[in-house]
């Protein structure tokens, strides 16, 4: 993993900041090209998901003892991402639920909830606005609506 702290502990640290200055030191400390690539996904109106998010058991082990990490994961999203270059001619609807579902049964209990809120296009973290992260990454691909 590039980041010390899972995605949702990041988003738990962003969301018990106190002060927006807080909240883009968090941003920036964790702003890794792949957490940068997850606020894209869960931001950038562009990207379309076209998955069927399966029910899922969540998984039981401890924070850090899982099979998967968001983190690891992000960079294969492409996968439920409607015409991407580099998905698969022959992955279909039903193997990308398939697929899905072993990624969120193998990801801590809060990752896969937050990717699935992800997948949704609604993360639903209070001050965690595409302003705000284009203000902590000018260069990230987020529109901001004025």
Known sequence: MSSELLY?????KFEKAQ???ERLQILRR???ERFKQF????FNPHVKFDVQIPNYRSAVEPAGLNYAYLDTEVPKMYRFIENHKLRPAGLTGKKQSS?????LESLHKEEAFLLVRMLRKDLAIKF????LIKEAFPDIDIPIKD
Request: hydrophobic content about 50%; charged content about 25%.
């Open 8 to 12: 949702s502990e990041i988003m738990d």
């Open 19 to 21: 002060t927006k200055e």
């Open 30 to 32: 964790n702003g890794d």
């Open 39 to 42: 606020l894209i996904m869960a």
């Open 99 to 103: 697929l899905l579902l072993v990624i």
């Open 128 to 131: 965690l606005t595409p302003k």
